[in-house]
């Protein structure tokens, strides 16, 4: 696996003076990531909205992550020439636009709309705070504070849950939807005057993207097997906590495995719980072990795919303690994809590092992308047409397609953290580098 020197790191700036700006940058990607999930229990009320079966349903989100996904390298791409103050700005203000038309969406079409750019203004949030982290702090708490990153965040999660549940209940989906947006706002206000993009440089610019810059960029941040396995770990760790987080979990846990709607939001805010507090223990590991990040993906996944086999395989209902269980393991997935980031960190020098990034976030949500187009497929060729009253068994097929992710994810993984430890052996024996510092 590649050496972590490898990164280009800015002289950090003073403490206090990074966690303001570290700050402001995640209360952006926290509310990136409460209307990201905003529709995850919403999604029985958006099929009576809207009139429309299953897999209409996962279309919103279909549509939410390809989006995202295929932002991920064009916003890489910006944030190397623009900085991530400035895309960071444009980002929250498409937020804040798409989820207010997302409030007054009337009909199918137009909330498909309104969630695409959704996607869009949530594809520019993460990749920016990353590089305002690498900017901002010493190497050494680098790993620390990324993890930080997408743990807190996802606390934007819990206000997508418990109290999206009772505002939908209480005052209805424009409301409920107009306030989330409205916060936008306020967010917009605190990145205009705190953040900066370096210490002493409020906007920091890169060469111009020309066709060339673009294509070495791209190129060389490819090759190397390091930000490959990043890819590939964020691929196989992300998709199951994703899929239940963003549409299906409210769902699986209601219909599938019976369970009240407050059991069901009290299920899905333990796995935001989950990834709050396992992010921090990965950070540290990640930094006093970084040889074995790649070893720390296998292990974490198989425990994931134990933790399904045995739920599915349950006669009957899975008692309430085995979900609870189940949501812990799952969210783990959560951090643990962002080990991707650090490996992609490590094996690229900093101008490419939007651009790594960039191609490394598009892993997890590739693979949460054909997973839930798929339960939702899978569920309507195993129901009565015109049906919504999924049963057990039909969630239990379209539960079973993460096999197949989980094949293929582990299989890259493996593969190549052979070859990124050979490249980081060979870089340490003619460059003089400790691969495992």
């Not at 010493?138 to 620390?144: C, E, H, V, Y």
């Not at 009957?316 to 992609?344: E, K, R, Y």
């Not at 590739?366 to 339960?375: D, F, H, M, Q, T």
């Amino acid at each position: 696996m590649s050496s972590p020197t490898a990164a280009v790191t800015a002289d950090p700036a003073p403490l206090r003076r990074a966690l303001a700006v570290w700050v402001v940058g995640l209360s952006v990607y926290l509310l990136a990531i409460f209307h990201r999930s905003s529709l995850a229990v919403a999604g029985l009320v958006a099929t009576e909205r809207f009139d429309i079966t299953a897999a209409q349903l996962s279309v919103f989100t279909m549509l939410q992550l390809l989006v995202y996904a295929g932002m991920q390298v064009p916003v890489g791409l910006m944030v190397d020439r623009f900085g991530s103050r400035a895309v960071m700005l444009t980002g929250v203000t498409i937020l804040t636009v798409a989820q207010a038309g997302f409030a007054l969406a009337d009909s199918y079409g137009w909330a498909l709309v309104a969630r695409t750019f959704v996607g869009m203004g949530d594809a520019m949030t993460f990749i920016c705070l990353l590089r305002l982290v690498a900017r901002w702090f010493s190497a050494t708490r680098i790993p620390l504070m990324t993890q930080l990153s997408g743990v807190l965040g996802q606390a934007g999660a819990i206000g997508a849950a418990a109290p999206m549940t009772w505002a939908l209940g209480t005052v209805g989906w424009t409301k409920a939807y107009l306030f989330s947006a409205s916060l936008g706002v306020l967010v917009a206000v605190a990145v205009l005057l705190v953040v900066q993009d370096a210490p002493g440089s409020r906007s920091l610019r890169g060469p111009r993207l020309s066709a060339a810059r673009v294509k070495e960029l791209l190129a060389g941040a490819w090759a190397h097997p390091g930000t490959r396995l990043g890819f590939w770990a964020h691929f196989v760790t992300q998709f199951s906590a994703t899929s239940l987080a963003l549409l299906w979990g409210y769902p699986f846990f209601v219909q599938a495995e019976h369970r009240s709607p407050a059991q069901a939001s009290l299920l899905l805010t333990l796995i935001v719980v989950s990834f709050m507090y396992s992010g921090p223990v990965l950070g540290r590991l990640v930094g006093r072990y970084p040889w074995h990040r790649s070893s720390m993906v296998l292990g974490i996944v198989s425990a994931i795919v134990l933790i399904w086999t045995v739920v599915l395989c349950w006669p009957g209902d899975a008692p309430f303690w085995l979900l609870v269980v189940m949501t812990q393991v799952v969210g783990i997935g959560g951090p643990a994809s962002i080990i991707g980031f650090d490996l992609a960190r490590t094996s690229n020098p900093g101008e490419r590092q939007g651009s790594a990034s960039g191609l490394v976030n598009q892993g997890g949500f590739v693979a949460s992308l054909v997973l839930v187009i798929a339960i939702g497929i899978i569920l309507d060729l195993t129901t009565p047409p015109g049906s919504t009253d999924y049963d057990a068994t039909s969630f239990r097929w379209a539960m079973s397609f993460q096999y197949l992710l989980w094949g293929l994810g582990l299989t890259q993984v493996y593969r190549l953290r052979r070859r990124a430890r050979a490249h980081a052996l060979d870089l340490a024996q003619h460059g003089g580098i400790d691969p495992r510092h």
